[in-house]
């Protein structure tokens, strides 16, 4: 084998990519993956991005791959730099992204023999990925060259469904690795021969939902009038979906059920049915003020309300879960699962419906006054504590604009934002539920720059932290990005939690608060970013308008009241309560 071979090798693999769809290619420096690179930085079809570190790249390519639903690549050197893709591919396997992670390698005759920089790659994402493909060591054969573009398909076409995820290559390279041209009358053939390689005509299977289990749940829906619709986050590219909005309306209407409208469902922000009752609130209405509904049909990730599994128990409804791809059951007693995707489900469902005798569906007037009850107690809530987190990224995302996307961190402000935030215009909600990690995100909201749309990020100070790598690979941003630094001086949620009431002295602040300590407006100007600081509301959302009204990447740090969110859900409850207890007596009266 000679260099000229293992160029022209290199040069189907990149060729390969941009055949198969892909984009958006994350390069990470080495010296082994140099062929791989330099026929990348050849190949004008894809957009390079390169980030030093690997974990960051990864969670930049996840969030290309979230934000425009197009399978994007990695490219490291062999040893320890492949192994930091794994988070991001952890995330992406379970929030069904395509991800395409190509890894250098030694060749066989250099494993398992103290080579430099050599580990055993084989198996390393484990049952994290949708496949796991190994190109063996180049090789001069058309028969060879042929399987290099067949498995880069395979890989690439198993990435994009019937459940999407990630997947890896494995690429040995021998030395020496730099590009050479051909200069042998074989080699050229080769050459010619790799470049008239014509790619197959490939799209991944599509999962549909069984007619029967769908046939079951319209006859259930016409039987039960006291129904619920809950809709927990959904993937990004479904604001964008052509008829997810109308059909999930269509559906409420024709069941005459209320739609539980999650801050990841795609539902919060933008037009809605106005003979929909959309309730945004679910969260801060106590169990026993909430209708018992004896239906449930369930879409999108596990709702992340805390209230949910305790209205569950107490409802005991019959729950369908409208899955996707994954068993969304984690109490194990759905009365139904049914799998396959969930628009065309949804698009079925409404279309049997449609069919159906006229369904006596009871107006969900009680959920309507609940919701708006909450709605006003939250408010009212938000103005009693307006240091609070929550009254910071109410206002962040109020101003963010139209078609932008916002992303929103694990912990804290996932709830804060399912608590607050609703209405306005449209916008697309990108969250990190697969895996729930606080990892990573300033790494993958530069990489949801890559769909061409202001990116608004909201985060804790220690998420901030725990991705301050994801600074750097943020000057990759194609588009303006403001980073929202929720500051409360630590991981507020444990305040939450049993264990800040155990008596453990200083222990709580130092092993579960652990408050960074970091100026994140300091960290940013000293990489070259601008920065804010707002001390206000009001100023959060005068600095993300101006952020993303301009290129480039702005973070604004945002300090907050250490126990802002906690207070604002409390007071929101017990406003609620005395509003609803006054309902009452004014009712009887
Ligand atoms: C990668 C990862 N490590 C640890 C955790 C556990 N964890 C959940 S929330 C949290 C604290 C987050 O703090 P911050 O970002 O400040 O958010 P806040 O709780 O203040 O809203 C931690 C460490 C996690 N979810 N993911
Ligand atoms: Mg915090």
Redesign the pocket.
């Given at each position: 084998m000679s260099a000229a071979v293992q160029t022209i090798w290199a040069d189907l693999v990149a060729a390969s990519l941009a055949d198969a769809g892909v984009r958006v290619c994350v390069i990470s420096p080495g010296s082994r993956s140099t062929p791989l690179v330099a026929a990348l930085a050849k190949e004008s079809r894809l957009e390079l991005v390169t980030i030093i570190d690997e974990r960051a790249a990864a969670f930049f390519a996840l969030g290309a791959a979230r934000a425009t639903n197009i399978p994007a690549a990695l490219v490291c050197t062999s040893g320890t730099a492949a192994a930091h893709y794994l988070?991001a591919i952890v995330e992406a396997a379970m929030a069904d992204v395509p991800l395409v992670a190509i890894t250098a390698d030694r060749p066989p005759e250099l494993q398992g023999c103290g080579a430099s920089q050599t580990i055993d790659q084989r198996g390393l994402y484990r049952s994290f990925v949708r496949g796991e493909f190994d190109l063996g060591a180049p090789s001069p054969s058309e028969g060879a060259l042929r399987a290099v573009g067949r498995t880069l398909h395979q890989a690439i076409t198993l990435a994009r469904g019937g459940r999407p995820g990630p997947v890896h290559v494995n690429v040995p390279l021998r030395k020496p690795l730099e590009p050479a041209a051909p200069s042998t009358d074989v080699e050229r053939d080769l050459a010619r021969f790799a470049s008239d390689l014509r790619t197959p005509l490939a799209l991944p299977p599509r999962v549909v939902a069984d007619g029967a289990m769908l046939d079951a749940l319209a006859r259930a829906i016409a039987g039960e009038p006291d129904g619920v619709i809950v809709v927990g986050a959904m993937p990004a590219h479904f604001a964008s979906h052509a008829s997810w909005r109308d059909d999930i309306f269509a559906l409420a209407v024709r069941a005459g059920y209320p739609v539980i409208c999650e801050a990841g469902s795609q539902l919060r922000f933008g037009a809605r049915e106005r003979a929909v009752v959309c309730v945004d609130h679910f969260d801060l209405v106590p169990t026993a003020e909430l209708p018992a509904a004896k239906l449930v049909i369930q879409l999108g990730a596990e709702p992340v309300a805390a209230a949910w599994p305790a209205w569950l128990q107490y409802a005991k409804p019959a729950r369908w879960i409208v899955a996707g791809h994954g068993w969304h059951d984690p109490d194990s007693n759905a009365r139904a699962v049914i799998l396959g995707d969930v628009s065309d489900a949804l698009a079925r469902l409404v279309g049997i419906l449609e069919s159906t005798p006229a369904i006596d569906a009871r107006t969900p007037a009680r959920w309507a006054e609940i919701e708006a009850t909450a709605a006003r107690a939250t408010a009212s809530a938000i103005e009693q504590h307006a240091r609070s987190e929550t009254a910071m990224v109410r206002a962040a995302i109020e101003a963010s604009p139209e078609g932008s996307i916002v992303q929103i961190?694990?912990?804290?402000?996932i709830r804060v934002v399912d608590h607050a935030c609703a209405g306005g215009v449209a916008r697309t909600v990108i969250t990190q539920r697969g895996a729930?990690?606080?990892?990573g995100l300033i790494s993958s909201a530069a990489g949801a720059t890559r769909a061409g749309k202001p990116v608004l990020l909201v985060?804790?100070?220690?998420?901030?932290v725990?991705d301050l790598g994801g600074l750097v690979a943020a000057r990759a941003a194609r588009a303006p990005l403001a980073i929202l630094v929720?500051d409360?001086r630590?991981?507020?949620?444990?305040s939450g939690l049993p264990i800040a009431k155990a008596e453990l002295g200083g222990a709580f602040a130092e092993h579960w608060l652990?408050a960074p300590g970091i100026d994140p407006a300091a960290v940013a100007s000293a990489l070259g970013l601008r920065s804010v600081t707002a001390a206000s509301a009001q100023a959060a959302g005068s600095a993300v308008a101006a952020a993303l009204a301009d290129t480039g990447v702005t973070v604004i740090h945002a300090p907050v009241s250490m126990s802002g969110?906690h207070d604002v859900r409390r007071t929101a409850i017990e406003l609620f309560l005395a509003s609803a207890q006054e309902q009452r007596v004014w009712r009887t009266s």
């Amino acid at each position: 084998m000679s260099a000229a071979v293992q160029t022209i090798w290199a040069d189907l693999v990149a060729a390969s990519l941009a055949d198969a769809g892909v984009r958006v290619c994350v390069i990470s420096p080495g010296s082994r993956s140099t062929p791989l690179v330099a026929a990348l930085a050849k190949e004008s079809r894809l957009e390079l991005v390169t980030i030093i570190d690997e974990r960051a790249a990864a969670f930049f390519a996840l969030g290309a791959a979230r934000a425009t639903n197009i399978p994007a690549a990695l490219v490291c050197t062999s040893g320890t730099a492949a192994a930091h893709y794994l988070p991001a591919i952890v995330e992406a396997a379970m929030a069904d992204v395509p991800l395409v992670a190509i890894t250098a390698d030694r060749p066989p005759e250099l494993q398992g023999c103290g080579a430099s920089q050599t580990i055993d790659q084989r198996g390393l994402y484990r049952s994290f990925v949708r496949g796991e493909f190994d190109l063996g060591a180049p090789s001069p054969s058309e028969g060879a060259l042929r399987a290099v573009g067949r498995t880069l398909h395979q890989a690439i076409t198993l990435a994009r469904g019937g459940r999407p995820g990630p997947v890896h290559v494995n690429v040995p390279l021998r030395k020496p690795l730099e590009p050479a041209a051909p200069s042998t009358d074989v080699e050229r053939d080769l050459a010619r021969f790799a470049s008239d390689l014509r790619t197959p005509l490939a799209l991944p299977p599509r999962v549909v939902a069984d007619g029967a289990m769908l046939d079951a749940l319209a006859r259930a829906i016409a039987g039960e009038p006291d129904g619920v619709i809950v809709v927990g986050a959904m993937p990004a590219h479904f604001a964008s979906h052509a008829s997810w909005r109308d059909d999930i309306f269509a559906l409420a209407v024709r069941a005459g059920y209320p739609v539980i409208c999650e801050a990841g469902s795609q539902l919060r922000f933008g037009a809605r049915e106005r003979a929909v009752v959309c309730v945004d609130h679910f969260d801060l209405v106590p169990t026993a003020e909430l209708p018992a509904a004896k239906l449930v049909i369930q879409l999108g990730a596990e709702p992340v309300a805390a209230a949910w599994p305790a209205w569950l128990q107490y409802a005991k409804p019959a729950r369908w879960i409208v899955a996707g791809h994954g068993w969304h059951d984690p109490d194990s007693n759905a009365r139904a699962v049914i799998l396959g995707d969930v628009s065309d489900a949804l698009a079925r469902l409404v279309g049997i419906l449609e069919s159906t005798p006229a369904i006596d569906a009871r107006t969900p007037a009680r959920w309507a006054e609940i919701e708006a009850t909450a709605a006003r107690a939250t408010a009212s809530a938000i103005e009693q504590h307006a240091r609070s987190e929550t009254a910071m990224v109410r206002a962040a995302i109020e101003a963010s604009p139209e078609g932008s996307i916002v992303q929103i961190g694990n912990s804290l402000p996932i709830r804060v934002v399912d608590h607050a935030c609703a209405g306005g215009v449209a916008r697309t909600v990108i969250t990190q539920r697969g895996a729930a990690g606080i990892d990573g995100l300033i790494s993958s909201a530069a990489g949801a720059t890559r769909a061409g749309k202001p990116v608004l990020l909201v985060l804790g100070d220690v998420s901030f932290v725990h991705d301050l790598g994801g600074l750097v690979a943020a000057r990759a941003a194609r588009a303006p990005l403001a980073i929202l630094v929720v500051d409360n001086r630590g991981g507020q949620i444990f305040s939450g939690l049993p264990i800040a009431k155990a008596e453990l002295g200083g222990a709580f602040a130092e092993h579960w608060l652990t408050a960074p300590g970091i100026d994140p407006a300091a960290v940013a100007s000293a990489l070259g970013l601008r920065s804010v600081t707002a001390a206000s509301a009001q100023a959060a959302g005068s600095a993300v308008a101006a952020a993303l009204a301009d290129t480039g990447v702005t973070v604004i740090h945002a300090p907050v009241s250490m126990s802002g969110a906690h207070d604002v859900r409390r007071t929101a409850i017990e406003l609620f309560l005395a509003s609803a207890q006054e309902q009452r007596v004014w009712r009887t009266s």
